[in-house]
């Protein structure tokens, strides 16, 4: 020992040598545990045994890890309920969607999928392709149209049934369903709408194509100006690792007011993990009686669910046609020369027209263009992909990597 009480030069390389071939050996420990562990125990040798009998601490650290794969596994799988179960269960709902005095919907990717839009945790979707090291296909969201389920929430709106929406998806499809803005918020954006923020109140432009061809996470210039005071324009969307701010499309006040007022929440087609991470949507801090009854709609398991009145596993378009014959309401078909986002859309102004390269949402043939699209001699040609395919790969690659 040198003076001081501290180690010379010589004993401090001989305590990290000593430190190294101590973590070599519980690591070849480990592997050798782990490798006799994973035999069926009617194979074991004796010795073998011993060697599990002499690690307790290594076995029940891989028995919890097993565990939680097994969890994990089981989470994942899509339960579907026997159609008189189901039938039933939509029974129950019906009665809770007449009696309810403020009823709100908070929607997912599921309601998406019949339009050919992936999920995100289904076994098809985003999430879960990305961790099994499979890539994804773009998807031209400039061919999906509303759903039945979209188009049944918007009919329970306008028969006062459903007081407002809360959307994770950012495919504009409530809004193309005819439900009202002020009757939405989408709290993760809309791909179909870019806003000048130099502007009081920020200045809304609708589009008839995808504004997010240049945008990515922290990078939100789309590339085209205001029209009133010539700043640049941003898009709205919502990445992880992102807060959202603007006022619309996400609509957060009216989000949080819905919220409170609520005695009913049904949620359809959403994993809910990432709804959960806002404590406002469920009135937490309100004890326990006063909560408004929670209604799941979804194939999976979701961390809400045990405390649900009622789990229904079912495909949303199943749910809401059975939900809908038992309110005694017709479902209104899709338009597309009805389409609101054909009046709503701002035209893009002359010099404009090659900013994008997205394929626009187009009007039935043989009916007038759409005042927001550009004129087909005009129009560049379309780039395959979109913002589902582009924006949710980088951000999952992104959220994987952290």
Same mark, same amino acid.
């Given at each position: =020992? ?12 001989a ?7 101590q ?15 994973r035999? %069926? ?7 073998e ?7 307790e601490d ?8 097993? #565990? ?17 179960e ?9 009665a809770?969607?007449?009696?309810a ?8 990717a ?7 839009i ?11 392709l ?5 890539s994804?296909r ?6 999906a149209?509303?759903?039945?389920t979209?188009? @049944?929430i918007a ?15 950012c495919?504009g499809?409530?809004?193309r369903?005819g439900?009202?803005?002020?009757a ?6 809309n791909?179909?709408?870019e806003?000048?923020?130099?502007c009081?109140p ?27 005071c ?5 898009d709205?969307?919502v ?8 006022r619309q %499309?996400?609509?957060w006040?009216a ?5 409170? #007022? ?8 959403? @994993?809910?993990k ?8 469920w ?16 194939l999976?398991w979701?961390? #809400? ?18 939900? =809908? ?14 389409d ?9 102004? %002359? ?7 997205? #394929?626009?949402?187009?009007p039935?043939?043989?009916?007038? %263009?759409?005042?927001g699209?550009?004129?087909p ?14 924006g949710c790969?980088?951000?999952a ?6």
């Open positions: =020992m040198a003076a001081g009480g501290s180690l010379s030069r010589s004993e401090r390389k305590a990290a040598r000593a430190e190294i071939l973590q070599e050996e519980q690591r070849d420990r480990r592997r050798q545990v782990s490798r006799i562990w035999k %069926p125990p009617a194979e074991r040798s004796p010795e045994c011993q060697v599990l009998s002499e690690s290594i076995v029940r650290e891989l028995e919890r890890r097993r #565990k939680r794969r097994e969890r994990l596994r089981r989470r994942q799988e899509e339960v579907c309920d026997e159609p008189e189901l039938k039933r269960k939509v029974t129950e709902l019906a809770a969607v007449r009696n005095k403020h009823l709100v919907i908070y929607t997912g599921g309601i998406s999928t019949a339009a050919s992936p999920d995100y945790r289904g076994p098809n979707g985003i999430w879960t990305l961790q099994k090291g499979r994804i773009a998807t031209d969201l400039s061919e149209e509303p759903t039945l979209h188009m @049944s009919c329970l709106h306008k028969h006062n049934l459903v007081q407002h929406v809360v959307s994770q998806n495919d499809l409530h809004l369903s439900l009202p803005r002020a939405i918020s989408e709290l993760h954006g791909m179909y709408i806003v000048c923020t130099s009081t920020n200045r809304e432009y609708v589009r008839v194509f995808d504004v997010t061809e240049r945008t990515a996470l922290h990078r939100h210039h789309t590339g085209r100006m205001c029209h009133k010539g700043a640049q324009l941003r709205t969307i990445h992880f690792g992102e807060k959202g701010t603007l %499309p996400l609509n006040e989000a949080t007011e819905a919220a409170s #007022k609520a005695d009913v929440i049904l949620c359809l087609g959403s @994993s809910l990432v709804l959960k991470k806002y404590p406002r949507l009135c937490m801090s309100k004890p326990p009686t006063r909560r408004p009854k929670l209604y799941i709609v979804n999976q979701t961390p #809400k669910d045990d405390l649900a009145a009622l789990k229904l596993h079912g495909r949303c378009d199943d749910v809401m046609r059975l939900l =809908m014959e038992e309110l005694g309401l017709e479902i209104p078909r899709y338009d597309r020369a009805r609101p986002i054909f009046a709503l859309a701002e035209p893009l102004r %002359p010099g404009e027209e090659g900013t994008h390269s997205r #394929k626009p949402v187009a039935p043939p043989g009916t007038d %263009p759409p005042p699209t550009d004129s001699q005009e129009e560049p040609p379309a780039r395959p992909g979109g913002w589902l395919g582009r790969a980088k951000g690659r992104r959220r994987k990597s952290n």
